[in-house]
């Protein structure tokens, strides 16, 4: 039995940091987990970038409000829960992810928390748990599942490692060219068709 763990920025939606950056001017919000491999180190700048400037939840949430779902990636989902189960497993935030679920129809999602303050400031974040994307994968195979994993990312890798079958989707070049062993696919079309060979159903 298969079961599909998938990334959610830069797999299905845009990234958020960096349609942010857009909308706010400020340069380095464009980094993301495909130029820094540690989370810690991104988010801790992001932070402070946000009390430098004095952007609250709310201007994060109004951009997210903006976002749209790549095309095709509503009916890949559709498709994909047609024939197994599908976790969204993501680095972003409760308090973020509402709107842009809600245009998936809102498939289960894994991600983590924010801490935000009286004033509606973000002043940390709290994982689910550490390694969090790996450690999914992982219990999902003790439960006899067999993970296909989809990512793009440094903070996908572990979890594409640990996955029966770990993908890149669209991963940048510098993450493609440090996991060259990992397969690459660059549209759903050719999703569906890897995913119908790995599983042998009858799609």
Sequence with gaps: MHIICTDLEGVLVPEIWINVSMKTGIDELKLTTRDISDYDVLMKR?????RENNLKLHDIQYVIST????????DFIHWLR????VI???DTYTEFAGPLMRQLDFPTIFCNDLIIDEKGS??????RQKDGKR???EALQSLNYKVIGLGDSYNDISMLRQSDFGIFYNPPENV???NEDLKVVKTYGELRELIGSITDYNF
């Design 122 to 127: 973000i002043i940390d974040y709290r994982l």
């Design 135 to 137: 450690k999914v994968a």
């Design 67 to 74: 976002l749209k779902p790549f095309p095709g990636a509503r």
């Design 82 to 85: 047609q024939r197994m189960q």
């Design 88 to 90: 969204i497993v993501s």
């Design 46 to 50: 992001r932070l402070a970038i946000l």
């Design 176 to 178: 493609r060219k440090e």
